[in-house]
């Protein structure tokens, strides 16, 4: 049940606010992409960083891990990798006589999957699979993951060889998906000196818990959305599927996350209700992934960047209008 | 992208336009009661179509069942509509013998088109249908949403159009046309795409892409600026064109009137053997005679008259046209001894000039010839005591302008020209009479001198107009029977020369008053009976030619300037250039001469003038419409304040683009205000962003009862202000006129 006040739309602008800067203290001068990551954790989506290596990745979904203060597991993605080593199998105490079921490192609060592109596709849907049930099923009987529960997953855009590129249903999976890059000069300069704590988890203060994250997921859907932000987040996803430079436009479920990750993002900002600019900032990191070019578009250069850049520039924002 | 159905409110102006477009339609009725039953048939359509979409009937079902429902209505009207009684219907149209089901519609129209102007409420039925099946077509058209800038101009413009053909183009100066684009042009301005596309919140969501509505506004500026054009285009031809509106009766045969009629000239000698017999009397204002029969056509044995006759009043103009110069003239008449038992058989009234309105039921004219008549009895006699007012219109030709004038050649002509074996001694003798003669009129009067010469009038003198007769009457010897004649052969041999050189000519028999009339009764006696002829000139009209000798029959005349009596005419100067052949094609009217009513500098004005009113009322108008908005805005909270401020910047920089939020156009209002004046710029932006937030709260927030408060509206004024004192002059100039925020929500 929701019961969103003023008072907690304000307790939920100053927790955001500490998640991130505890996150600061491992990841420098990524505060948009920190926030975008905070925004996914709190609507109850996963979020894929997509990034050349030694950019922060891994650092980034650790910290996030250590400022909420649950269990957080990390999953190095290899070829040979099982989806029992995944999900948890069921084995036979020698001790005991009984068969149980062992969890695997699913089984925690944050999960880190690193290079998830770098499994097979058997146990990338494995993994996929627990991300959208939250659940994990051995022998019959399903087994809950914790709540929260929020995978970061990682992969590398290039040196793609052995690599099996995550199809586009379950690209779907995830909330959202950032790019962290390079920081810049300053900031990066900072990381640099010795002494510098950046990358260093250990630092990251806990100020949070998974049960006020699973609390937040809750109370931050009874953010208002008017009628006509609705009609304008269907109007961008219309927009990607009959671009014809698009061969896959976004889903209903993107729609749906992207008006999600709006109510976090209102709430961050000390609103009880959305305005078209939330849809605005978060339509590429929600959409982009969802969207595939045509073939001949991509030879042309288009990306689904472009295809999303389009729908917003070129579809009328509400805009307050009196009666 | 399927069309939607329009509001209400371009229903509402499509409805307006119509009703504008049907003034002179129903101005051309004696009763305003016509444009009360207009308004009617203008709804009525919108009515069904509305209920037929209400029952969600398809769009052919509504189309079929309204047409089949209008006609059916109007064709029940038509054939419960009894046929006129009475000695007027030998003047209207009624249906005939075996008449299919819709002939009582097309007679309808027949009857309309016959029927004298103003036409009477009975006749609207046309009218009515015409109204109600266009409205029908754009209620349609509006229904589907497709054509619903176009559908209502069309109909406005065949409504118009029917209205102005159906007066000849007197029903309307221009005004109703302005009208018609000033309610056309307002509905394009203040109806924008959002309107026609839908008032709901798919405009705004982009659901009806961007490109649509700057189609739709393309469109319609095309649509204007081309309304503008041909308006303008047809008032310069209208100006520049000699000639008269078309006319649709013209197309419309007349009825039939039986015409039995006994020969006219035969009770000239027996009103002139008494000449103390009393014909009539007059009284009223007249032009010093009353024609009573014109015989205009003539077959080489005597003059006769086939009619054309219409119910006085009909709009219809004579072959040849009237003269420039004209007048009114009223005139009550009693018909004495024209009527009764003792009368000679016949229904011909004594009128003068082009007769446009009478007293008398029936009375039938021939817009030609003028002759005004009566459908008499069996007797063939008209009633006993006939008394009766007419009111016509009469040349008053210019003596100038008909010195100066040519005649007309065509068709129209012939029949006052032909001279079926024509002699050619007395052709020879017409052209050797007119020799060296400096202009029509000089043809004219050289050969009214020449037949009035030594020549003497006898009453008793032996009748007949035949060339035969005519050659005696010209050639022979006094004791042959030559040279004596009534006033018959006077005319009759100035007639039948004037053809010969090729003036246009016909033969009158009326009576000769005293003086032109002005009021005091005059008693018209056998002895003023007489015949005269009559010449035409382009630009001048019918002018009278008397040649027979005796004076005292055209001393009423003689005053006149432009009465053209052999007794004034001019000596006839030397060295005349020879006539020019029958037929030939003279200069129609003298080169000075302005097209007939029409005044070029008069017209410029009149069209400066309406352009002129015409913008002020749009200017007025949209003056008032965005006093309108800022009202409902005012009234509208944070919201409405925003919408100000958002005003305010379209009139700055034009219209934002549509990924704009309210906080982007905030923090341009800031920049744009900072750029223009930094001393006001800190207060300014500040009030930009508070508006922007309290607007956002207002408009995508949960419901919440939003108390209006001056001060938000002050800060959006502020805002105004500074965006307003930034602007280029021309913007600043137009700022409180420019119809751009009325195009927004």
Sequence with gaps: ?????????????????????????????????????????????????????????????????????????????????????????????????????????????????????????????????????????????????????????????????????????????F?????????????EL???????QAGDVSTVPVVSSPQEVARYRRLLTGVHVAEPLLRYVRALGEATRTDPRSRLGASTRALRALVGAAQVQAAAQGRHYVVPSDVQQLAHAVLDHRVIPTREAVLDGATAHDVVAAGIEGIEVPRPVAA | MTPRPTGPATTGWALALLLVAAVPLAASFTTPVVLALVLGALLAPVGIVALGRWLRVPPWGVASGGLSLVLGVALAFARAEPAPAGPASEGTWRAGPGGSLVAPLADAVARLLTAPRPAPLELALPVLLLCALVSLGVALAL????????????????????????????????????????????????LDGGAVGRSSTAVRLGEAPRRARVAWTVRGLAGLVSVLVVGAGAVVVASAVDGRPFEPRELVAPPQVPADLANPMAELARWQAEPDLVLLTVAGEHPGYLSWVTLPDFDGAGWGASLDLRPVGSVVEPALAPGRDRGAMDVTVELVGLAGSASPPGPWLPSAGQVTETDLTGALVDADSGVLMLPVGQDGRLPDGLTYRVRSEVD???????????????????????????????????????????????????????????????????????????????????????????????????????????????????????????????????QDARVWAEVYLAGTGWVRFDPAPDAATASGLRDEPEEQDVSDAEPEPEGLPEAPPPGADDDPVASDAVPDGVDRGGVVVAVLLALAGAAGVVLVGL????????????????????????????????????????????????????????????????????LALAAEAEAFGPPVEVATSDGTWDAARRVERGLRRGAPRGRRLGWWIDPRPLRRR
Excluded at chain 1, 190 to 196: E, H, I
Excluded at chain 2, 147 to 168: D, E, K, T
């Design chain 1, 1 to 173: 049940m929701t019961d969103l006040t003023a008072e907690s739309i304000a307790e939920f602008r100053v927790l955001h606010g500490r998640v991130v800067d505890a996150v600061e203290h491992a990841v420098h001068g990524k505060r948009p992409v920190v926030e975008l990551v905070v925004a996914a954790l709190f609507s109850g989506g996963h979020v894929l960083l997509e990034d050349v290596p030694g950019t922060g990745k891994t650092t980034l979904a650790r910290a996030l891990a250590g400022a909420l203060g649950g269990t957080s597991r990390r999953i190095q993605f290899t070829p040979d990798l099982l989806p029992a080593d995944v999900t948890g199998t069921t084995v036979l105490d020698p001790a005991t006589g009984a068969v149980g079921f062992r969890p695997g490192p699913v089984f925690a609060n944050v999960l880190l999957a690193d290079e998830i592109n770098r499994a097979a596709a058997k146990t990338q849907s494995a993994m996929l699979e627990v991300m959208a049930e939250q659940t994990v099923t051995s022998d019959g009987t399903a087994h809950p993951v914790p709540d929260p529960f929020l995978v970061v997953a990682t992969q590398n855009p290039i040196d793609l060889d052995g690599t099996y590129r995550l199809p586009e249903a379950q690209l779907d999976r």
């Design chain 1, 190 to 196: 900072a990381v640099l000196r010795p002494g510098s």
């Design chain 2, 623 to 690: 003056v008032a419409a965005r006093g309108l908005r800022r009202r409902r805005l005012r009234a509208a909270g944070a919201v409405g304040a925003w919408q100000l401020v958002a005003d305010s910047l379209v009139l700055r920089r034009g219209r934002p683009a549509p990924a704009a939020t309210v906080h982007a156009e905030a923090h341009e209002v800031a920049d744009l205000v900072r750029a223009s004046d930094r001393g006001t710029a800190r207060g300014v932006d500040h009030e930009a962003a508070g």
């Design chain 2, 143 to 190: 229904a589907r949403g497709s054509a619903a800038r176009l559908a209502p101009l069309v109909g406005a413009a065949v409504i118009y159009g029917a209205g102005q053909l159906l007066s000849a183009g007197a029903a309307d100066g221009g005004v109703v046309a302005t009208a018609c684009v000033v309610v056309a042009a307002a509905g394009w301005v203040v």
């Design chain 2, 396 to 526: 008053q030709p210019d003596a100038v302008r008909a010195a100066r004038a040519g005649v007309p050649a065509g068709d129209e002509v012939d029949r006052y020209l032909a001279l079926p074996r024509f002699p050619a001694e007395m052709r020879e003798y017409a052209q050797a009479v007119v020799e060296g003669a400096s202009s029509r009129v000089d043809q004219a009067t050289l050969i009214a001198q020449e037949v009035r010469g030594e020549r003497e009038l006898a009453t008793d003198a032996i009748g007949g107009s035949s060339y035969v007769r005519l050659r005696e009457f010209l050639f022979a010897d006094r004791g042959e029977g030559g040279q004596v004649g009534t006033s018959e052969q006077f005319a009759a041999s100035f007639a039948v020369l004037a053809r010969a050189v090729g003036l246009p000519s016909r033969l009158v028999v009326g009576f000769a008053l005293d003086e032109p009339g002005t009021g005091s009764p005059v008693t018209v006696r056998g």
């Design chain 1, 175 to 187: 909330l959202v998906r950032v790019t962290l890059g390079y920081p810049d000069v300053e900031h």
